[in-house]
């Protein structure tokens, strides 16, 4: 069974950094692209950028594009998204989320619970 | 950025009636385009991908159609399980933008 692990809620002070984790089961983490979508309070979903784990080609999205570094360690099958430092506007779910084709990046087919951030001073 | 666009933003609607929801993108993607159904506090889910294909497990119930520009989700015979939030998202250029959303409540 393809399982997305996701991290705890994290609760943050404007300026500090963060990283998530997205560790996989059930599938070889190398085979399919994973990427990070977030969705702010009572908002819609924005894609922020995706990986492949076999040789860490990471794409973002423009508005996400040096505010958040999106890594992942295939010796464990986990993705990292990473915040150098928090703002207020931040605060969001974060999901993790599989491709569907394998090699190619595309269509999420398996995604994370998603990872509660609450950035507050 | 490819621009997604859904109509209608929300809709009510009783169980047992057909919805339609469209999403049109500001430039052709192909077939690359994908449905997702969100519940409240929950993770999207994958109705329909490459525009018309239904993902493993989906009701047969929901369909969709179109390519280039403009694309359609239909759920027939809405069950109460469907009242949710929908969501299309191309994935034919970077990045893989997702449209605004249409919210399925209750009439």
């Known amino acids: 069974e393809v399982l997305l692990a996701q991290s705890e809620p994290e609760m943050k002070n404007p300026g500090e950094s963060l990283t998530l984790f997205c560790e996989v089961y059930?599938?070889?983490?190398?085979?399919?692209?994973i990427g990070w979508v977030r969705q702010l309070p009572g908002k819609g979903l924005e894609w922020m950028g995706i990986?492949?784990?076999?040789?860490?080609?990471?794409r973002y999205s423009p508005f996400f594009r040096g505010r958040v570094t999106i890594s992942a360690d295939t010796s464990i099958s986990t993705a990292y998204l990473q915040w150098n430092s928090l703002k207020a506007s931040d605060s969001a779910v974060y999901f993790c989320a599989r491709t569907m084709t394998r090699g190619l990046p595309s269509t999420f087919d398996y995604w994370g619970r998603g990872t509660l951030v609450t950035v507050s001073s | 950025d490819i621009q997604l666009t859904q109509s209608p933003s929300s809709v009510s609607a009783s169980v047992g009636d057909r919805v339609t929801i469209t999403c049109r993108a500001s430039?052709?993607?192909?077939?690359?385009l994908a449905w997702y159904q969100q519940q409240p506090g929950k993770a999207p889910k994958v109705l329909i991908f490459?525009?018309?294909s239904l993902q493993s497990g989906v009701p047969p119930r929901f369909s969709g159609s179109g390519s280039g520009t403009e694309f359609t989700l239909n759920i027939n015979s809405l069950q109460p399980e469907d009242f949710a939030t929908y969501y299309c998202q191309q994935a034919s250029i970077f990045p893989f933008t997702f449209g605004p959303g249409t919210k399925v409540d209750f009439k």
């Open positions: 430039q052709g993607v192909g077939s690359s």
């Open positions: 490459d525009a018309s």
């Open positions: 059930g599938y070889t983490f190398t085979n399919y692209w």
């Open positions: 990986i492949n784990p076999v040789d860490s080609d990471t």
